[in-house]
């Protein structure tokens, strides 16, 4: 009797624990989902340090983020930036919003997510504790250019985010590919 | 025998646990049925603000800045904030089948049409509140107009009110709800 019950009670405890959602390393998802959107669409990613050198238009993103505009809203020196220029993303964007999601669910939380016009502009907004800061994850997708970046936000940031999830959103993206005007 | 007896309770739990938490979320309106229209929509919203952002939201607005602490007190006790919202260029890209599965859950237990409710905006604003007993658990707008389609789901206790003031604010979309009158009728299609 005693077995059966044990029998029983270790099953439905596996099976829990089965269901349970898998927790992935927290370092990797940035790196992942700019692969996702390379293997996806079939393009690459331009680094800061070869954009510096090659004096492209966003080479003076290496300097704002490294001290200037970007800190207004980002914690000093955790931007991760990864930069699609001047490319075709063409693509089943239902499917590869699925992907994403999918990709992400079990570390961060999903805050906005906007698709305009078939797919040509997407962008994305996720979430994930780190901590008294908070970790965000910012995609967006045109029909040429894509940006991929992570901040970490400090409490009073993630307020205004919180507050104007798509206007901050976009100010994150837009203050750390900031082409300089000056 | 006793050792049987808790390991059989135990094993109970955990079989009614995920049940009795399914439970406590039945005002959370499933609108992944909606996701197709996303192909046809030129533009499409998708807001997720859940029980943990909400929480993080809470302690995060600051009781000295004036804004904050009236967002701060507009969200407390609120256990979500889900938004799907489509914008389309031409008439006619959705009917009353991509509706019916938002509709056949708002006449679920506990759902009641508020049918005094005003609103500003074009087309039609239905507004649904559900009820346990005298409280407010939950609220759900559905916005339709000839090219657009907004469903708003709010997961806690929360009234008109509060929702006018909520407009504008954690991706909730400006509706145009006015000051609703203190009357209710009972779902009815």
């Known amino acids: 009797?005693?077995?059966?019950?044990?029998?029983i009670f270790i099953a439905v405890f596996v099976m829990c624990l089965a269901s349970a959602p898998v927790?992935?390393?927290?370092?990797?998802?940035?790196n992942s989902v700019v692969k996702m959107i390379e293997e996806f669409y079939n393009v690459k990613h331009v680094g800061i340090p070869f954009l510096a050198k090659a004096g492209m238009k966003v080479a003076t993103t290496a300097a704002r983020i490294k001290g200037g505009t970007a800190r207004r809203l980002a914690e000093a020196g955790s931007i991760k930036l990864a930069v699609f220029e001047d490319q075709k993303f063409n693509g089943d964007f239902?499917?590869?919003?699925?992907?994403?999601?999918?990709?992400l669910h079990a570390t961060w939380m999903p805050l906005i997510q906007t698709l305009s016009a078939a797919g040509e502009e997407q962008t994305y907004i996720f979430l994930r504790d780190a901590g008294d800061k908070t970790?965000?994850?910012?995609v967006t997708i045109d029909e040429r250019d894509a940006t991929v970046v992570q901040v970490t936000l400090s409490q009073k940031n993630l307020a205004l985010l919180l507050k104007d999830p798509e206007g901050t959103g976009k100010a994150i993206t837009e203050e750390a590919t900031l082409i300089d005007q000056e | 025998m006793k050792s049987t007896f808790n390991t059989s309770l135990i094993t109970l739990l955990l079989i009614v646990a995920p049940a009795l938490v399914a439970k406590a979320q039945d005002t959370r309106?499933?609108?992944s049925s909606l996701d197709h229209l996303a192909a046809k929509a030129s533009q499409t919203v998708d807001v997720n603000v859940d029980e943990r952002l909400m929480k993080l939201a809470a302690r995060l607005f600051s009781d000295k800045d004036e804004d904050e602490r009236e967002v701060k007190k507009l969200i407390e006790g609120l256990k979500g904030i889900y938004v799907k919202s489509f914008e389309f260029e031409t008439e006619g890209q959705f009917g009353a089948a991509d509706l019916e599965p938002i509709r056949a859950q708002l006449r679920g237990a506990g759902w009641?049409?508020?049918v005094n409710v005003v609103s500003k905006k074009e087309g039609n604003v239905e507004v649904y509140l559900q009820f346990a007993g005298e409280m407010i658990n939950g609220l759900a707008v559905l916005h339709t107009d000839d090219k657009e389609l907004t469903v708003v789901n709010i997961v806690g206790p929360v009234n008109l009110d509060k929702l006018a003031e909520l407009e504008g604010q954690m991706g909730i979309p400006d509706l145009g709800i006015?000051?609703?009158?203190?009357?209710?009728k009972t779902n009815e299609q």
């Open chain 2, 112 to 114: 009641t049409r508020m």
């Open chain 1, 23 to 30: 927790v992935h390393g927290k370092g990797d998802d940035f």
């Open chain 1, 94 to 103: 239902a499917k590869f919003r699925s992907s994403l999601n999918q990709a």
């Open chain 1, 1 to 7: 009797m005693k077995t059966i019950a044990t029998k």
């Open chain 2, 29 to 31: 309106i499933q609108m």
């Open chain 2, 178 to 184: 006015e000051s609703p009158k203190p009357k209710k």
């Open chain 1, 135 to 138: 970790n965000v994850l910012v």
